[in-house]
């Protein structure tokens, strides 16, 4: 089994590094389809391996509300933020607490998506890396990593206070290194 989660891992790797290339080109991600699919995959996955299944749902749920602003109607908008914030809250309470990390997780990076404070492609990946690596490390090593990247273009390009390009996917590239890395060295007993 931990084979398994090896290999995925490392395409997951892959997949992410295709991505970061793309982003670091052009700015974006090449289709939808790029994070739709992984997604997709990713909590397939979660499903059917594993106790935190729960993520999976909190995913499924928050990409469903997400999608409420195609409906006509402003009041079935509204109901249907609501009872998909309810169904988050009723996971979020059935789940044991590792679980519950990874679902505070996945809604932290669908709020973030929800408020334009990062891009649908990189919450989408964000949540992926999630249902891929439910434990809060991964969140933690995002953390480290985004502060890492940006003190690193801070210093490349000068000027602490302006606004500086980022390329999200190769900061998340960067932290999945960094997880994965961490899991290695504990899997090994250093």
């Not at 909590?43 to 509300?65: D, E, M």
């Not at 964000?126 to 969140?139: G, K």
Request: hydrophobic content about 60%; aromatic content about 12%.
């Amino acid at each position: 089994m931990i084979y398994l989660q090896w290999v995925i891992s490392l395409v997951a790797l892959g997949w992410l590094i295709a991505v970061a290339v793309f982003d670091i080109r052009t700015r974006q991600v090449p289709s939808p389809y790029w994070t739709w699919i992984p997604m997709l995959l990713a909590g397939t996955y979660r499903v059917l391996n594993g106790p935190s299944a729960l993520i999976a749902a909190a995913a499924s749920v928050t990409i469903i509300i997400s999608e409420r602003k195609h409906l006509r109607h402003k009041g079935i908008e509204m109901m249907a933020l609501a009872a998909g914030i309810l169904a988050i809250i009723m996971i979020f309470f059935f789940a044991d607490i590792p679980t519950q990390s990874g679902i505070a997780c996945v809604v932290v990076f669908w709020i973030a998506w929800e408020l334009h404070y990062i891009g649908g492609a990189n919450a989408m990946m964000l949540i992926t890396c999630v249902l891929l690596w439910p434990q809060v490390e991964f969140v933690l090593t995002y953390l480290v990593a985004g502060l890492i990247w940006s003190i690193g273009v801070r210093i490349k390009e000068g000027g602490w206070l302006k606004r500086h390009w980022v390329s999200m996917p190769a900061v998340i590239v960067f932290s999945a290194v960094i997880y994965l890395t961490y899991h290695l060295l504990l899997l090994a007993g250093i």
